[in-house]
């Protein structure tokens, strides 16, 4: 740790408190006592902030710069830890900055390409879009096609990292001096936000998600994905076909088209859950910025420099929870929870389903445009904790993309009915997975992993015998690292013990018909 970062750390706090961002005036009341003395501290050097909690949040940031705006979108991710204030005026960040000079977009280009880049890169123009991590420049090829170029800022790796240094210094101090800080893990979560801005730093992942996602969604004719250039692509260069459509987020163009808000509404909502539920893949920026209205009622995304995951336990727990709520079938929804293992299992289920109805019923009777999927599941997040279910980063993420998504949709039209759109998607996944067809693909991947297994077989009792020997011979020492392993191992056998029983289960229907023909 350097002095410099001392230094970082203690320009982003003045910054902060300037803004009354830290410890804000609004939360005094239920701070303990050391926290209430530090507000009031911070407050000395603050300015008369106007506004909530979550805009004077966001305006700090804006002003601390790329690496702050990265901070607090990734913040705004975890509405498990934000009280609804804050998580409102952080989604209001503007991730703008003033561009840099095309001779300066060039010359990346010639770091990049070499001496290729005069003619891969002739027709280049100004930018048309400036960001806090790269800007976007128009290409016009000689036959005409024309692209969009994105180059990152000169020097913001370098400024990244050493604001990350910064943050991890604060997140460890903080973590010291106030135990109650730990449970949010505030040394994770920056390292965390390292990883994903490493990530985001070599556009060759966004145009590799670019790539993924145009093939996950191939066969929704009512969304567009650009082509992706390979050729004119690089660490620090994303070449793309460009994009010609209304920004969602420019409404008098919107209106001046005559798009067909409805319709595009339900493309908007549909895209993502299908995206999501049925390839675990799903874009996780999905402001109106990103998106575009391409004619009447096709929809084009850009920007996918973010991409959400979830595996397909997190799929099942996804589907069968809106399915749930579509029936009202509560005592399902709270089953779920406790075979996915997210609730311990010395909670009751006939009291967690007594929870959730208390989340559900209210949403009945209420007309589609006031009821909200995105509330509802921050409202179940709110309900699992007093039951100790610890959320999954990934269905976080997803929340947050869902109110993205359920904020475009009603802007486009107010009556937007998300439960409407939502239904089809989740009753085919449901019958799809979890009908006979579902039960077939589980026995077959089954199958798959136990030959996997038993080519591995030689090698594993080869290595467990070493094991024996050198135990025999030095003694056994378990660690707490050991222990770990062996409970995975356990959870694995129990696994393959359910497993084993769903192609006994298949073996016996399957000679019971043979029998019968």
Known sequence: MGLATVFRLARAGLVLARHDAILP???????????????????????KGEGGPGERL???????????????????????????EIAAGLAGLRDKMPPFSIAEARAALAEAFGEDSTALFAGLAPPVAAASVAQVHPLVLQDGTKLAVKILRPGIEVQISNDIEAMALGARLAERFFPSSRRLE?????????????LEMDLRMEAAGASELAEVLHEQDQVAIPEVDWSRTRLRVFTMHW????????????????????????????????????????HADMHEGNLFALGKRRLGLVDFGILGRIGPAERRYLAEILYGFLRRDYRRVAEVHFEAGYVPGRYGVDDFAQALRAVGEPIFGKTAKNVSMSHLLLQLFDVTAQFDMHLRPELVLLQKTMVQVEG???MLDPDHDLWGTAAP?????????????????????????????????????E???????????????????????????????????????????????????????
């Open 425 to 461: 998607v989740v009753e085919n996944w449901i019958r799809r997975e979890l009908g006979v067809e579902g039960k077939v693909n589980d026995a077959y991947d089954t199958l798959r992993e136990l030959h996997r297994v038993l080519v591995d077989l030689p090698a594993a009792i």
């Open 463 to 517: 290595s467990g015998t070493q094991i024996i020997t050198d135990a025999r011979k030095n003694g056994l020492k378990l660690s707490e690292e050991s222990l770990a392993h062996m409970a995975n191992a356990q959870a694995h056998r129990n696994r393959w013990t359910r497993r084993a029983l769903v192609v006994l289960a298949l073996a016996t229907v399957g000679i019971a018909v043979k029998m019968w023909i």
């Open 186 to 198: 505030p040394v994770e979560f920056v390292r965390t936000l390292s990883r994903s801005l490493s």
């Open 58 to 84: 966001a305006r700090a940031l804006e002003q601390l710069g790329p690496s702050y705006v990265k901070f607090g979108q990734f913040l705004a991710s975890r509405g498990d830890i934000l009280t609804p």
């Open 25 to 47: 005036r609004e939360y005094q009341a239920i701070l303990p006592l050391p926290a209430r003395l530090l507000g009031r501290l911070a407050r000395l050097f603050s300015q």
């Open 243 to 282: 994009m010609d459509g209304v920004p969602l987020s420019d409404e008098a163009a919107l209106d001046a088209t005559k798009i067909d808000r409805v319709a595009l509404g339900k493309t908007v909502t549909g895209s993502f859950l299908q995206s999501a539920l049925d390839h675990g893949v799903f």
């Open 408 to 410: 475009v949709a009603r």
